[in-house]
């Protein structure tokens, strides 16, 4: 059974930083790719970055170029993003998700991703 368990989330002040980590269990094929993902309520599930298995290639949103880092750690079956600076406007859930069928409507799309996390909460608040 396909499971994706989202840890790291938490309070931090603005300019702090966190690690989301993005433990992954029970594929039985490989993965195409593994996706962030943040909601606030009221607005739609938007993407953040993703990274593609096979040859890690990586996106991310224009709002957090520069600040987070999704990486892999193979040893741990992780995936992993580091937000730096972090500013009011990050405040979400952020859910992981997994693409374990080919690429359609865009790398990063939250419809093409078919396993889901619980998700993890940030606040970002002086």
């Known amino acids: 059974q396909v499971q994706l368990v989202e840890s790291g989330g938490g309070s931090v002040q603005p300019g702090g930083s966190l690690r989301l980590s993005c433990s992954l269990s029970?594929?039985?094929?490989?993965?195409?790719?593994i996706g962030w993902f943040r909601q606030v309520p009221g607005k739609r599930r938007e993407a953040v970055s993703c990274r593609t298995r096979s040859d890690g290639s990586v996106f991310y949103t224009d709002s957090v170029k520069g600040r987070f880092t999704i990486s892999r750690d193979t040893a741990q079956n992780t995936v992993d993003l580091l937000m730096d600076s972090l500013n009011s406007e990050d405040t979400g859930t952020y859910f992981c998700?997994?693409?374990?069928?080919?690429?359609?409507?865009?790398?990063?799309?939250?419809?093409?991703?078919?396993?889901w996390g619980q998700g993890t909460r940030v606040t970002v608040s002086s």
């Open positions: 998700a997994a693409r374990t069928r080919p690429q359609v409507l865009g790398m990063c799309h939250p419809d093409e991703y078919n396993f």
């Open positions: 029970g594929f039985v094929a490989d993965y195409y790719a």
